[in-house]
């Protein structure tokens, strides 16, 4: 809690961009953790909630940066998304259940914000949560779903960009797929080291 405040009373101005973008990712991973923390044990995210309408916490305002009160999502949908226009920013964050990216162990830094994003997408791909072959369906983290506009358009261009960072036994599978893709996610609290 206090390197959030830390952070917080530090801010991004000024940093480039790449800079930034770890500020953000490292403060968003943070206060899920902090949130979570408060009010362990819980099963799910989920049921951290202000109001019983809720859908968990990422509404709450959290946190104040250079004197704008943010909340996850203000973090999520207005900082991050929008202005760094990656993709992979849906593998750096970790919402706390068992469904999003692993939580890395070291926070993202500017000077190799590109090798640890590609990581943490490859590392997402290679677990069943973010792509499963199973009996010739194809199943895919929900998150591509949700946030559909920030992938490639398209199925063929979605598993195509799938498949340049996935195992490399996927590879063919998912450039040659062609039928139905469901999709799943699992809001249980991820309380445990990842595999």
Known sequence: ??????????????????EQFAYWANLYNALTVVR????????????????PWSF????????????????LNAIEHRIL????????VHFALNCASLGCPNLLPQPFTG???ETELQAALEAYLAHPRG??????????SSLFDWYRDDFPPGQEALLAYLASAAPETLKPS??????????????????????
């Open 174 to 195: 998912l450039r040659a797929y062609d039928g139905p893709i469901a999709f799943r996610y699992d809001w249980a609290l991820n309380d445990a080291p990842a595999p």
């Open 1 to 18: 809690e206090a390197w959030v405040e830390r952070e917080a009373q530090r801010g991004p101005r000024g940093l480039p961009q790449a």
């Open 131 to 140: 792509i499963a072959l199973e009996g010739g369906t194809l199943t895919l």
């Open 111 to 113: 000077e190799h914000l």
């Open 56 to 71: 968990g916490p990422w509404d709450e305002d959290l946190i104040t940066v250079q004197g704008t009160t943010l909340s």
């Open 81 to 88: 998304r929008p202005l760094f226009d990656e993709p992979r």
């Open 36 to 51: 979570v923390l408060k009010a362990y044990p819980v099963s799910s995210i989920l049921d951290l909630k202000r109001w």
